[in-house]
Nanobody, 113 residues
Framework: QVQLAESGGGSVQPGGSLRLSCAAS????????MGWYRQAPGEQRELVAV???????NYADSVKGRFTISRENAKNTVYLQMNSLKPTDTAVYYC???????WGQGTQVTVSS
């Protein structure tokens, strides 16, 4: 079992930036890929970005060139730098450590003028 604590969400205007953080703790046996998902009201949860234990990254087409995922393995922490935010990025953002079924409480991101 792993505990995931997301932080860094908030309200910004279109074009603004936010940096999300997620710290994983608990019985972590080895390094796993980690990722960020988001879920807008009435929508399914979607995968936004993934980073492997070695640092390879993949992004959803909708965020490529705007979002950057990174991690600090020693801290079991993953980050999501979000730039050029759009109203369509509004959602609750969740992090995930692949290999475990647990989810954090999420952090709300609202992009509105």
């Amino acid at each position: 079992q792993v505990q995931l604590a997301e932080s860094g969400g908030g309200s910004v205007q279109p074009g603004g930036s936010l940096r999300l953080s997620c710290a994983a703790s608990g019985s972590i046996s080895s390094l796993y890929a980690m990722g960020w998902y988001r879920q807008a009201p009435g929508e399914q949860r979607e995968l936004v970005a993934v980073i492997s234990s070695g640092g390879s990254t993949n992004y959803a087409d909708s965020v490529k060139g705007r979002f950057t995922i990174s991690r600090e393995n020693a801290k079991n922490t993953v980050y999501l730098q979000m730039n050029s935010l759009k109203p369509t990025d509004t959602a609750v953002y969740y992090c995930k450590m692949f290999g475990y079924d647990d989810w954090g409480q999420g952090t709300q991101v609202t992009v509105s003028s």
